[in-house]
T-cell receptor, first 115, second 114 residues
Framework: ETGVTQTPRHLVMGMTNKKSLKCEQH?????MYWYKQSAKKPLELMFV???????ENNSVPSRFSPECPNSSHLFLHLHTLQPEDSALYLC??????????????FGPGTRLTVL | AQSVTQLGSHVSVSEGALVLLRCNYS??????LFWYVQYPNQGLQLLLK??????LVKGINGFEAEFKKSETSFHLTKPSAHMSDAAEYFC????????????FGKGTRLSVIA
């Protein structure tokens, strides 16, 4: 596998379920990101990890819980979600969070539907 | 704070026609600017980026963009549209000031008519 991979690609869950999204990057990068992409809204940055340390949490509800065990893997744990959380969740990575010129490389996303 | 405005949520062109997707930015310091493309059921892919070198930036698939500081613009162009160019295009702005987020526009959906 090359680039950034995400599993699962599609997920349907009830509001009381607990599930996790997984992201893996094969690019040797040090920064990883979670974005939420909803219809007719700009991409929303949710969390940022740089060298495995969380550097940003953009006022994301606690029902979303990120985990970064190493620089190559990023998880998003989901529990007690709401229907408005249905969206495409994108993972991205870049060489270094502190360089604004770095390109972010995106995975294909997980399409989440909350019933 | 930085921001990006993409004029037109949907642009439609004929195959072979010029593609012009507009992006204006707001930044208090010299920006870095990016164009990403998203094909259906895929993530975002970098088309090109401006990082304070040449103002005319060439990217993949025949696209290019010109940084115009006086107009605070970074419009994306391609001389001749191809059916495979149909996708969503996002302009984004960042800056070289530690932990600066990449701020995206709302996107422009490009349709190419045969």
């Amino acid at each position: 596998e090359t680039g950034v991979t995400q599993t699962p690609r599609h997920l349907v869950m009830g509001m009381t379920n607990k599930k996790s999204l997984k992201c893996e990057q094969h690019l040797g990068h040090n920064a990883m990101y979670w974005y939420k992409q909803s219809a007719k809204k700009p991409l929303e940055l949710m969390f940022v990890y740089n060298f495995k340390e969380q550097t940003e949490n953009n006022s994301v509800p606690s029902r979303f819980s990120p985990e970064c065990p190493n620089s190559s893997h990023l998880f998003l744990h989901l529990h007690t979600l709401q229907p408005e959380d249905s969206a495409l969740y994108l993972c991205a990575s870049s060489q270094d969070r502190t360089s604004g010129r770095d390109t972010q490389y995106f995975g294909p996303g997980t399409r989440l539907t909350v019933l | 704070a930085q921001s990006v405005t993409q004029l037109g949520s949907h642009v439609s062109v004929s195959e072979g026609a010029l593609v012009l997707l507009r992006c204006n930015y707001s930044s208090s310091v010299p920006p870095y600017l990016f164009w990403y493309v998203q094909y259906p059921n895929q993530g975002l892919q970098l088309l090109l980026k401006y990082t304070s070198a040449a103002t005319l930036v060439k990217g993949i698939n025949g696209f290019e963009a010109e940084f115009k500081k006086s107009e605070t613009s970074f419009h994306l162009t391609k001389p001749s549209a191809h059916m495979s160019d149909a996708a969503e295009y996002f302009c984004a702005v960042s800056r070289n000031s530690g932990n600066t987020p990449l701020v995206f526009g709302k996107g422009t959906r490009l349709s190419v008519i045969a």
